[in-house]
């Protein structure tokens, strides 16, 4: 199964609906993007990723320096 | 004293005996019928009710949305009478904010109604939450109205420094979860401390409150300043009712909170998160965030799960930031300037702001506004000021209009001053952090500053005031 977000093929099922076999929700193990089995996701270009480029994405907050 | 509400489900009832509360019985779909049904309601605006959800495929729970989300379930929220207008409601929360702190009333963990049932093996937030995506382009499915407490590593017995913020959460396993932390957030201190020392820092997710802890959980105050002292105040002068946290002994949650998520967060990793869809009325991209682990729950037998839409304004969650972003600026303003007589910083958690003041002398009315973009909220994030006189309600735009509409000259009464801070997450800021602000004199003006073209206002016809009774008599 392909990531809809950063085309990564390293997904997995989440969790299976607790009640019933309604639905399942995957998730990339790449960008964590997460989708239901009843979901058709279309994700806009402007939200789609990279996998090389997630290591670069802003980082909130900025991790400090250690203690010495 | 006013009515006061020991939980979210007894709030939930007096929402449904006032009408202000709907139940949806036939089965829905988690997306897309919740987050649509909230955008619906908040289109409603007036009186829009909360919406009970009762069945959600696949699920066990309930949801309950709106529950803040309009000026009827506002006026209930502070036990007022659901017609309460909006200024009525602002003077109201002004004289409670002067009674605090009102200390808590720490329960035994018998007595608190979030310790009904435990889990601490096989966590799956699944079967204690019917998660769902709230907007279309969010990367995943977010808890969008969690009460986050968490306390300070360098003085962890601090009540007054114990932190109780609404940060956004994403879902990203059945245990774990992605959480916003901005630099400029109380956690995010507190989350440095604990970082540079490579420690966790422990969390306590409260979800589905009483409203009033919700409200200050997103109110700004300061560092040390506490959120539960403050809801005592809001509460009139009652105590809020704490038990202490299982895991983390220093922290206090909510007695009666429906569902306590207990974890830590990751020490010094990040992960990508979002898109979400943010106040602004916009998506806030992927960004690389902090991570928390779950590792115990508790929560009220058949637990209430209590989220909130956000889209273009307005919507539930600019009921959260409107009087709560209002009140604060106002008293501060108030210390120096006691003509001020109203505030209204509810556009966008204050990025236009209206200011009803009298005028003392020429140019006070742009000298009032100065004020207001220098405090500390207003510095960053209020760009418009309109400053309009004492007898005209800001919280009335239609009045405010017609202030603009009758007293501006252009040339003179409105101020453009460039280059000042900015608020990052405005889309027209640009370098993100700077903007340019806008004062909107419409007060009339008062000597040495001339009026060459006095006017005599109209006066309401005697027994106007008894006729609004008699209206308002036949209307309920």
Redesign the interface.
């Known amino acids: 199964m392909t990531c809809p977000?950063c085309n990564s093929e390293d997904t997995r099922v989440?969790?299976k609906?607790?009640?019933?076999d309604?639905?399942e929700?995957y998730?990339c193990n790449?960008?964590?993007?997460?989708?239901?089995s009843?979901?058709t996701p279309?994700?806009?270009d402007v939200?789609k990723?990279k996998p090389e480029d997630?290591?670069n994405?802003?980082?909130?907050?900025?991790?400090?320096?250690?203690?010495k | 004293m006013a009515k006061v509400y020991e939980g979210l489900r007894e709030f939930l009832q007096t929402l449904e005996e006032e009408g202000q509360l709907v139940r949806i019985k036939d089965e829905v779909m988690p997306e897309p019928d919740i987050g649509a049904a909230g955008r619906a309601a908040a289109n409603m605006k007036g009186n829009a009710p909360a919406i009970l959800f009762e069945k959600i495929k696949g699920y066990k729970g309930k949801v309950v949305t709106n529950v803040h989300g309009s000026w009827a379930n506002h006026a209930l929220m502070m036990g007022m009478q659901k017609d309460a207008t909006t200024k009525e409601q602002f003077f109201e929360l002004n004289r409670r904010w002067d009674k605090y702190p009102v200390e808590p009333e720490v329960v035994a963990r018998e007595d608190a109604p979030c310790k009904e049932n435990v889990v601490d093996e096989n966590i799956n937030l699944f079967e204690v939450l019917p998660l769902y995506r709230i907007n279309d382009q969010d990367g995943g499915f977010f808890i969008s109205k969690a009460s986050v407490v968490s306390g300070e590593p360098d003085d962890p017995e601090n009540l007054d420094k114990m932190n109780v913020g609404t940060y956004r959460i994403q879902v990203k396993d059945v245990d774990r979860i992605g959480i916003q932390a901005l630099a400029m957030h109380d956690i995010a201190v507190q989350l440095e401390q604990a970082e540079r020392k490579n420690e966790k820092l422990r969390v306590a997710i409260a979800l589905g409150n009483d409203p009033i802890i919700t409200f200050m959980a997103s109110t700004p105050i300061a560092h040390d300043q506490s959120e539960y002292k403050f809801a005592g105040a809001l509460r009139d002068g009652v105590p809020v009712k704490l038990v202490k946290a299982d895991k983390a002994e220093h922290l206090y949650v909510p007695a009666s909170a429906e569902v306590i998520l207990e974890g830590y967060i990751e020490p010094r990793v990040r992960e990508c998160e979002g898109p979400f869809g943010e106040f602004p009325g916009s998506y806030s991209g992927a960004r690389n965030q902090c991570v928390v682990k779950i590792d115990h729950i508790t929560h009220r037998t058949d637990p209430i799960f209590e989220n909130l839409y956000l889209g273009i304004p307005w919507t539930e969650i600019d009921y959260l930031m409107a009087l709560n972003t209002s009140v604060p600026l106002y008293k501060q303003i108030k210390e120096g300037f006691p003509e001020l007589v109203a505030l209204n910083a509810m556009y966008m958690h204050g990025h236009v702001a209206i200011i009803s003041t009298k005028c003392r002398y020429g140019g006070y009315g742009k000298g009032i506004a100065f004020r207001l973009l220098s405090t500390p909220h207003g510095m960053p994030y209020t760009k418009v000021v309109i400053v309009v006189d004492e007898y005209v309600d800001p919280f009335n735009l239609e009045q405010v209009m017609w202030a603009i509409a009758s007293r501006v000259k252009p040339d003179k009464d409105v101020a453009i001053i460039p280059n000042c801070p900015g608020m990052p997450l405005d889309p027209s800021s640009n370098p993100a952090g700077m903007h340019t602000k806008m004062i909107i004199d419409a007060t009339t003006p008062v000597a040495p500053e001339p009026n060459p073209r006095s006017v005599e206002l109209l006066e309401p016809p005697v027994g106007t005031e008894k006729w609004e009774e008699i209206l308002r008599d036949l209307m309920k």
């Open positions: 977000r989440m969790v609906s607790p009640v019933g309604e639905w929700v998730v790449t960008c964590y993007y997460s989708w239901r009843t979901e279309d994700v806009h939200f990723l997630i290591p994405l802003q980082v909130i907050p900025p991790v400090p320096p250690l203690d």
